[in-house]
């Protein structure tokens, strides 16, 4: 595995995207049933299909990359690992909770992922460019949602702004600008920030408010995991986001061991317990 500073930089980074996309997708999947029409399940579904495909694009690129054991970024991990915004770790209390959240991820993911277009590194580049593109059109969902709130769905969400919108802020504390430094990411933090900000206008808008003035995080700071120091997503959320059951342990197994493991696709299986009826071919 590559241990330069850079390169360690380039893999933190790219997991903090990966990881929220990777729970931002399974909000997606359980708030389809609360959806307010046809077109809210459907488009849903197909945002939640784009963040968990994101994702494991991601990842495989990352474990090709830095030289990592397949599937060990998705399977191999603790939750004390997981690069997710703090922003998604508490579930939505009401659809104007939902909204917002949603919003505010989307919007950040978005401008974080237009930093990396144009990145010395064409391969990130490309596929930055692709995620981007497809997070507009997430965006624009969302703002859909957002326009045809009712006023108690607006006043849940405006209750719900403050919170979720200083943990957005936050998210883009990156503890280090190395990749913009050296051309990998063109985009400087800062300028990051500011595209997520200038996104805001659309969000205040809709809800008719001010947007409060962004504080400076008090705590101890993970500039890596761009999280607080020691904390990690609920304990509730990451067993959905992957399940500890035996049957969904056998069904992360990769297919060439899983299938020794229960089949034998040449070789005819022989009875064992002679106790039983047993009926030849």
Same mark, same amino acid.
């Given at each position: 595995? *590559?241990?330069?500073?850079?390169? @360690? ?43 968990? $495909?994101?994702?494991? %694009? ?16 998705? /399977?191999?991990?603790?939750?004390? !690992?997981?690069?997710?915004? +703090?922003? #998604? ?13 949603? /919003?505010?991820?989307? @919007? ?6 237009? $930093?990396? &277009?144009?990145?010395?590194?064409? $391969? #990130? ?7 981007? +593109? ?12 957002? +326009?045809?709130?009712? !006023?108690? +769905?607006? @006043? ?27 051309? &990998? ?15 805001? =206008? ?11 003035? %962004? ?7 993970? $500039? ?11 304990? =509730? ?28 696709? /040449?070789? *005819? ?11 030849? @071919?």
């Amino acid at each position: 595995m *590559k241990t330069d500073n850079i390169s @360690q930089a380039l893999l933190g980074e790219l997991l903090c995207i990966s990881d929220s996309k990777w729970v931002l997708g399974h909000w997606y999947v359980k708030v389809i049933p609360n959806g307010r029409s046809v077109p809210d399940f459907s488009s849903m579904a197909g945002m939640a299909q784009d963040e968990l $495909g994101q994702t494991r %694009a991601m990842l495989d690129y990352l474990e090709q990359s830095f030289n990592l054991p397949e599937n060990q970024l998705e /399977f191999g991990r603790s939750i004390e !690992d997981i690069h997710s915004m +703090e922003l #998604l770790d508490a579930s939505p209390r009401n659809w104007g909770d939902f909204v917002v959240t949603a /919003f505010l991820a989307e @919007q950040a993911l978005w401008s974080v992922l237009e $930093g990396f &277009v144009g990145s010395s590194n064409v $391969g #990130l580049s490309n596929m930055c460019k692709k995620f981007s +593109e497809e997070g507009y059109f997430h965006r624009l969902y969302v703002d859909g949602w957002m +326009e045809a709130l009712t !006023d108690e +769905e607006k @006043q849940d969400a405006i209750k719900a702004m403050p919170k979720r919108l200083a943990h957005a802020r936050q998210w883009f504390n990156f503890g280090s600008d190395l990749l913009n430094e050296k051309d &990998v990411r063109p985009w400087s933090a800062s300028e990051c920030r500011e595209h997520f900000e200038l996104g805001l =206008g659309n969000l205040a808008k809709a809800l008719s408010l001010g947007l409060p003035k %962004a504080n400076e995080f008090s705590g101890s700071w993970d $500039g890596r995991r761009r999280r607080p120091e020691g904390s990690a997503m609920p304990a =509730g959320l990451w067993e959905y986001v992957l399940p500890t059951t035996e049957a969904a342990q056998m069904a992360r197994r990769p297919l060439a061991e899983s299938v020794k493991d229960n089949i034998d696709l /040449f070789v *005819k299986s022989k009875k064992v317990d002679k106790t039983e009826p047993f009926f030849e @071919q």
